[in-house]
């Protein structure tokens, strides 16, 4: 089974989970180096030129790198990689939810999923999620060289409107969210502008770059109207 075919098969049978449109080639895939736990993966592994992988994303901030098993046919790997917005700093002296190896059939695959990597996973990411917070209740934009948003925070609860309610992907590489390429510049500003406003109402503070230097965008106060609203 293709990597393509499998990880889309995985993903119908992992409610909240998606696979990445395309696969990429694992040789020089800078997403590697986000993998939490390794498993069984031998590291010449990645010097192989035909070998591709899928990502698969939840909103929670939770990434699972999928290819297949190294000399073993019938068999794929399924590797957690680090949270959100996170580095290998961040998960210094905790214990990693282990990477494991799982049969082509994804109903199988599925199923040892959930028993033996899901559950450790969901409770091992919100600690270095916490650890990466630039500050309290604090949400730091940057730009990248196309002038298109790039969001780091330490909140699950904002990771999760962004990946579930704001259009937003999460970069397997840098694991940063930020917005799909095919939006022009002009959907990507309104749809950063609603996602900002959305948080300022949960009561985040918001830095955004500018010409003049950051820009902080503080909460709106308790009470306030809401867009579209009187008192």
């Known amino acids: 089974m293709h990597i393509t075919e499998f990880s889309h098969a995985l993903a119908d049978r992992l409610p909240g989970w998606q696979p990445s449109a395309t696969p990429v080639p694992i040789a020089q895939d800078p997403a ?19 070998v591709s992988r899928s990502v698969l994303t939840h909103h929670w901030g939770l990434q699972l790198y999928v290819m297949p098993r ?9 590797l957690p990689m680090l949270p959100a917005n996170t580095s290998h700093q961040h998960v210094t002296g905790l214990r990693a939810p282990r990477g494991i190896a799982v049969p082509a059939d994804p109903v199988r695959a599925a199923a040892l999923l959930h028993r033996r990597l899901l559950t450790d996973y969901r409770f091992a990411a919100p600690t270095p999620i916490r650890r990466s917070s630039p500050g309290h209740l604090q949400v730091h934009i940057t730009l990248d060289d196309r002038r298109r948003p790039r969001i780091r925070t330490g909140y699950l609860g904002v990771i999760s409107d962004l990946l579930a309610h704001g259009g937003f992907l999460l970069d397997p590489a840098t694991g940063e969210c930020h917005l799909p390429d095919t939006l022009t510049e002009q959907q990507a500003r309104r749809q950063l502008t609603i996602s900002v406003h959305r948080l300022r109402l949960r009561g985040f503070h918001i830095t955004i770059p500018s010409g003049n230097g950051p820009r902080t965008y503080p909460p709106f106060a308790s009470g306030s109207p809401r867009r579209g609203q009187r008192r």
Do not use: C, K, M
């Not at 590697?32 to 035909?50: C, E, K, M, Q, V």
């Not at 190294?70 to 399924?78: I, T």
């Open 70 to 78: 190294p000399h073993r046919l019938g068999q794929y790997l399924v």
């Open 32 to 50: 590697s180096n986000r993998i939490w736990d390794s498993g069984p993966l031998p590291y010449a592994a990645f010097h192989t030129d035909d």
